[in-house]
């Protein structure tokens, strides 16, 4: 698939571990790491939202569209 996920550069640059995320975010940390791997096979809009205000980034510095 073409999407790439980027969560742990978002992660890397604001210095926050996975589980941290998790938590502030409110789900568990089996699926951010379902969703960090690119494992996922949709991402809810509330989700997104919910990264993005943590992260304090845009969705566009998540997600990427790589063509092959």
């Known amino acids: 698939m073409p999407i790439y996920i980027n969560l742990d550069l978002m ?7 996975s589980n941290e995320l998790a938590d502030r975010i409110g789900i568990t940390t089996a699926n951010l790491s379902i969703l960090k791997t690119g494992k996922a096979k949709a991402v809810r809009f509330s989700t997104l939202d919910a990264i993005c205000r943590e992260l ?4 566009g ?8």
Not at 56 to 59: D, S
Not at 61 to 68: M, S, T
């Open 56 to 59: 304090e980034c845009q969705p």
């Open 11 to 17: 992660l890397e640059k604001r210095n926050m571990k």
């Open 61 to 68: 510095d998540i997600l990427e569209f790589r063509e092959n």
